[in-house]
């Protein structure tokens, strides 16, 4: 089970950081990733991270601005999100166990278990 946490209503420049509790399973072993989906666009990759924490994966437009990590000790991942636009305004999902290969961490059905996702606004 994936609870995701720490969305909210913010203004553009802010920071939030979302949290993923992971129970159940082998978290520690899992590759994990954060996905969001904004209204009437379909789910995208945001971040990814291997199961050691060693590799991690950023999409474009968020390089540079959001920070994935985790604590294997706490079977959490976590969702750095600084300088927010309004175009990171989405339900913003955590996945699980996620494939081996570093370039299939973008699709979603490569994913076994999801959160049930936690909004993020952010207005300008």
């Known amino acids: 089970q994936l609870q995701a946490s720490g969305g909210g209503l913010v203004q553009a420049g802010v920071s939030l950081r979302l949290s993923c509790a992971v129970s159940g399973g082998t978290f520690t072993i899992y590759n994990m990733a954060w996905f969001r989906q904004a209204p009437g666009k379909e789910r995208e990759a945001v971040a990814a991270?291997?199961?050691?924490?060693?590799?991690?994966f950023y999409a474009d437009s968020v390089k540079g601005r959001f920070t994935i990590s985790r604590d294997n000790a706490k079977n959490t991942v976590y969702l750095q999100m600084n300088s927010l636009k309004p175009e990171d305004t989405a339900v913003y999902y955590c996945?699980?166990?996620?494939?081996?290969?570093?370039?299939?961490?973008?699709?979603?059905?490569?994913?076994?278990?999801w959160g049930q996702g936690t909004l993020v606004t952010v207005s300008s």
């Open positions: 996945a699980a166990d996620g494939p081996p290969l570093v370039s299939n961490w973008i699709w979603s059905s490569g994913y076994d278990y």
């Open positions: 991270i291997r199961w050691s924490g060693s590799v991690t």
